[in-house]
């Protein structure tokens, strides 16, 4: 008899404690054995004064089961609140999320009834470090963080996914045409990976028409890695383009712990109606039962739920009355799963899960070895709006050293000086680069300096960014235009 797994579950706000409570009654019937932890997130715990949406207790469960099934939650409106979904990702290191959408064509209506595609995206990095900062009157920022590690760690895993679960090609999106160094790492450290798995195909997609080709032909894709924002945006396109979001799952997964869920939110206004769809935290439930090693349990299950959507009991938001028999709630819609344990569709294909090769490697952050790293100049970002380009060149240049002179002047970007254009248009926000040169490489003292005289100019400096090459190799992006 396989041991009882440590899991804890949380049944959220809205229609969460519904679909939970169904999702958990069809793994419990189907033979799941789960030892369960119950927490509370979300709405309440925000009230009691956690600005993340959760307790130190809930963290102390968390940590020692290292698997959390996890109902949606709201999050309350205001200044100060937290994602809890990208504090847990975050906190316990779950850098995949791995969202499997198939459509269930004829049962469920989809443009696209081949589609059968996993988006894998980085979980922890890109524009969800969530830094950002107010500059000046009329520019904010927010900084977008790509790392080799995390590059490496989400391109391995997509691979490795690839190879567990007999898929034969990974493709992957970033926009590195206009992002070279940050997509651009992701983009090299793919194809470094990809070195690795000759036995898949691999390929490239810039994201625009990446997307373009996966809302239209999705057919076309098997499994495709991306950075963190376009994932997110991306698996929900795919979800509901291949019949709805309502009944996708997803995965988290770190190297030390995993988390389950549904991809949709709370929907508070379904609440305690017997009316929502539990299919998306059950996939989700599913994905959990593959990750802890009850792979027959998930296949059980997963078989009979499209038993259910193959004999048309179906929940409201899918119903259909050409192709629909029944309309359900949800409790119904857990029975009717229940009822059909044990059965195959025999329209849908059927899901096989593999019961021998233990599972998915999680791959580890590996460290490269330290570059030669030189500073070569510096980017100063000022506020000023007192006249044009040339005007705060003159200042700047009051500032100039043979070490450290002023090359360049952006705003958004733009190259504003030297041999500016009248037509851009300028914020209060301006980069001041200052170089070498060649005259060397600069010490940290030469950079205060140049502050020092930045500042005695009379300007508001507000961020500094330092140029540096790496093995001779330039750290930073030229200006558009340079």
Known sequence: MTSAIPITVAHGDGIGPEIMTASLRILEAAGAALDIETIAIGEKVYQEGFTAGISPAAWDSLRRTKVFYKAPITTPQGGGIKSLNVTVRKTLGLFANV???????????????????????????????????????????????????????????????????????????????????????????????????????????????????????????????????????????????????????????????????????????????????????????????????????????????????????????????????????????????????????????PVTYDKTSGGIVVPTAKRQPLANKKIVGLDVFVHWRLGGADDLARILQRADRNDLKLSMITNRGVKVWPDGMPETFCTDHWRCRFTTNGHGPVENRQVVDLLSRVDQAGLDFIKTETLCTFDGKPGFSLGQGQ
Not at 231 to 254: E, H, K, P, Y
Not at 277 to 290: E, I, K
């Open 99 to 349: 969202r499997p959408c198939r459509s269930l064509a004829p049962f469920v209506a989809t443009k696209h009834p081949a589609m059968d595609v996993v988006i894998i995206r980085e979980n922890e990095e890109d524009l969800y470090a969530g830094i950002e900062h107010r500059q000046t009157d009329e520019v904010y920022q927010c900084l977008k963080l790509i790392s080799r590690p995390g590059c490496e760690k989400i391109a391995r895993y997509a691979f490795e996914y690839a190879k567990a679960n007999g898929r034969k090609k990974v493709t992957c999106f970033t926009k590195d045409n206009i992002m070279k160094l940050t997509d651009g790492l992701f983009h090299e450290v793919f194809l470094e990976v990809a070195a690795d798995y000759p036995e898949i195909e691999h390929e490239h997609w810039i994201v625009d028409i990446g997307a373009a080709k996966l809302a239209d032909t999705p057919e076309a894709f098997d499994v495709v890695v991306m950075p963190n924002l376009y994932g997110d945006i991306l698996s929900d396109v795919a979800a509901q383009i291949a019949g709805s979001v309502g009944l996708a799952g997803s995965a988290n997964i770190g190297e030390y712990c995993a988390m389950f869920e549904a991809i949709h939110g709370s929907a508070p206004r379904r609440a305690g109606q017997n009316l929502a769809n539990p299919s998306g935290l059950l996939m989700g439930g599913v994905m959990m039962l593959v990750h802890v090693g009850q792979p027959a349990v998930a296949e059980t299950v997963h078989n009979a739920w499209l038993k259910t959507i193959e004999d048309g009991l179906h929940t409201y938001d899918i119903f259909d009355e050409e192709v629909s028999r029944q309309k359900v709630g949800t409790e119904e819609f857990a029975d009717a799963v229940i009822a059909r344990l044990g059965q195959m569709p025999s329209s849908l294909a």
